[in-house]
T-cell receptor
Framework: AQSVSQHNHHVILSEAASLELGCNYSYGGTVNLFWYVQYPGQHLQLLLKYFSGDPLVKGIKGFEAEFIKSKFSFNLRKPSVQWSDTAEYFCAVGPGGGATNKLIFGTGTLLAVQP | KAGVTQTPRYLIKTRGQQVTLSCSPISGHRSVSWYQQTPGQGLQFLFEYFSETQRNKGNFPGRFSGRQFSNSRSEMNVSTLELGDSALYLC???????????????FGEGSRLTVL
C-alpha cells in the first residue's frame, strides 16, 4: 500500500538547535517527493521538492532534504532553527513523471521552537 | 496575484444534510485537487480535475462528488452527511499536473465543516 510515515509527531527545540524530521515512504516505482509547511494561521505551502538529479535538495528558509532511495527516506533538515520555524511540516509523495497531482501525505510533524 | 479562494470558510451541518464547497483557483491554473484533512488521518486525497475532467479519485464513498467548470472553478459536494465527515476540506490548484509544472500545489485556507 502507498503510504508516508512521519515518525516525529511533535518536536520541541530551542532556537539555534539543529532539526531533522524523518519521512519514510512506501510507493511503487519512481517518485516525486515534497515537504510542505503550514505556519500558524496560514495555508499549506511548498518548502522543497525532489523530482530527479541531486538527491540533496535545498528549499526556502535554509531547509534542505536528502532523498535516500535505498532507505525510502526523504528527511528534512535545518542546521539552526528559529522561532519563526514553528509550524506543522508535512512530507508527501507522488508518482515520478506522473500526470497527476494525487499526493500521499504523512500525518505531519508539529514543530515548536522555543526562544 | 490572488491566491486560491475557498468558500465558505466555516459551516455547520447536521447528519443527513448535504453540503457544497467551492474553490476558485489562482488565475491561469487549470488543475484543481481536493483533500480532506483530519487530526487522525492527516491529508487524504479526494479528487483531481483538469480542464473539467476528473483525472483521479481517492478512496472515498460515492457520497463525495465534485466537478470543475470551464473557468476552472471547482465544487465538491457531500451528500447524506455523517459525523465522520467533519474535517477541513482543502483545495489546491496548479497550472497542470505535476509533470507539467513546477510540482507546486497552491493550497487555499480550507473550508471547515462540522457535522452535528
Amino acid at each position: 500500500a502507498q503510504s508516508v510515515s512521519q515518525h516525529n509527531h511533535h518536536v520541541i527545540l530551542s532556537e539555534a538547535a539543529s532539526l531533522e524530521l524523518g519521512c519514510n515512504y512506501s510507493y511503487g516505482g519512481t517518485v516525486n517527493l515534497f515537504w510542505y509547511v503550514q505556519y500558524p494561521g496560514q495555508h499549506l505551502q511548498l518548502l522543497l521538492k525532489y523530482f530527479s538529479g541531486d538527491p540533496l535538495v535545498k528549499g526556502i528558509k535554509g531547509f534542505e532534504a536528502e532523498f535516500i532511495k535505498s532507505k525510502f527516506s526523504f528527511n528534512l533538515r535545518k542546521p539552526s532553527v528559529q522561532w519563526s520555524d514553528t509550524a506543522e511540516y508535512f512530507c508527501a509523495v507522488g508518482p515520478g513523471g506522473g500526470a497527476t497531482n494525487k499526493l500521499i501525505f504523512g500525518t505531519g510533524t508539529l514543530l515548536a521552537v522555543q526562544p | 496575484k490572488a491566491g486560491v479562494t475557498q468558500t465558505p470558510r466555516y459551516l455547520i451541518k447536521t447528519r443527513g444534510q448535504q453540503v457544497t464547497l467551492s474553490c476558485s483557483p489562482i488565475s491561469g491554473h487549470r488543475s484543481v485537487s481536493w483533500y480532506q484533512q483530519t487530526p487522525g488521518q492527516g491529508l487524504q486525497f479526494l479528487f483531481e480535475y483538469f480542464s473539467e475532467t476528473q483525472r483521479n479519485k481517492g478512496n472515498f464513498p460515492g457520497r463525495f462528488s465534485g466537478r470543475q467548470f470551464s473557468n476552472s472553478r471547482s465544487e465538491m459536494n457531500v451528500s447524506t452527511l455523517e459525523l465522520g465527515d467533519s474535517a477541513l476540506y482543502l483545495c489546491a490548484s496548479s497550472y497542470g499536473p505535476v509533470a507539467e509544472n513546477t510540482g507546486e500545489l497552491f493550497f487555499g485556507e480550507g473550508s471547515r465543516l462540522t457535522v452535528l
